[in-house]
């Protein structure tokens, strides 16, 4: 069935230091594909979409591009900021009438 | 405010003592859910609705049953609670199932 791989955290970096955070999947067809947000206390929010092959998602300063030939949407920022600690889901929805598949989290801390 | 609400926030109870977790929306969204949330597994689904008398069984239903009588409302019931049900619960909704899920903020429920 439908699955994402996260990198596992937690993630913990310095203020103004670059992230990566790795997501892979297994889908059939072309899924759309998500990162949710949550942060501490928080219900989840969504924070950046791609719909198909090669789209660019952004949001807040994050990226992720959807890469077919690698079954990847790795989340990026060029530089976190002390906010952005929380616990990032990359998600994926295979067709328009079927519910989202989550991957299982990866918690980002970062420092001053 | 749009608004996906969720009560209690916090309960504690005993084995086998029936409760219920309530969850209703104003956005009018057709599309409802409930997923538990477990350190090391991330998110998984409970049970998920596409509308109004409509139900459908996620990736972990055992142990719940939910209903959905009107469209703002998805209560999570738990006729027997385990303590292996002791977690943090999300009720999620969106207008379609293909559509931006909102998150309430949680209800940490715990089993003794």
């Known amino acids: 069935g439908d699955s994402v791989t996260q990198m596992e955290g937690p993630v913990t970096l310095s203020e103004e230091a670059f992230l990566t955070i790795n997501c892979t999947y297994t889908?059939?067809?072309?899924?759309?594909l998500f990162w949710y947000v949550q942060y501490p206390g928080e219900g989840l929010q969504l924070l950046l979409k791609?719909?198909?092959?090669?789209d660019k998602g952004s949001n807040k300063g994050f990226e992720a591009t959807y890469r077919k030939e690698t079954t990847s949407f790795h989340l990026e920022k060029g530089s976190v900021q002390v906010s952005d600690s929380a616990v990032y889901f990359c998600?994926?929805?295979?067709?328009?009438?079927?519910?989202?598949?989550f991957g299982k989290g990866t918690r980002l801390s970062v420092i001053a | 405010e749009a608004q996906v609400t969720q009560n209690p926030r916090y309960l504690i109870t005993v084995t086998g003592k029936k409760l219920t977790v309530t969850c209703s929306q104003n956005m009018n969204h057709e599309y409802m859910s409930w997923y538990r949330q477990d350190p090391g597994l991330g998110l998984r689904q409970i049970y998920y609705s596409m509308n109004v008398e409509v139900t459908d069984k996620g990736d972990v239903p055992e142990g719940y049953k939910v209903s959905r009588k009107e469209k703002r409302n998805f209560p999570l019931i738990l006729e027997s609670p385990s303590p292996n049900q002791t977690s943090l619960y999300f009720c999620?909704?969106?207008?379609?199932?293909?559509?931006?899920?909102?998150f309430g903020e949680g209800s940490r429920l715990t089993v003794l």
């Open positions: 791609a719909t198909k092959a090669d």
């Open positions: 998600a994926l929805r295979r067709s328009g009438n079927t519910p989202l598949v």
């Open positions: 889908a059939t067809g072309y899924p759309s």
């Open positions: 999620a909704s969106s207008f379609t199932v293909a559509g931006e899920l909102f």
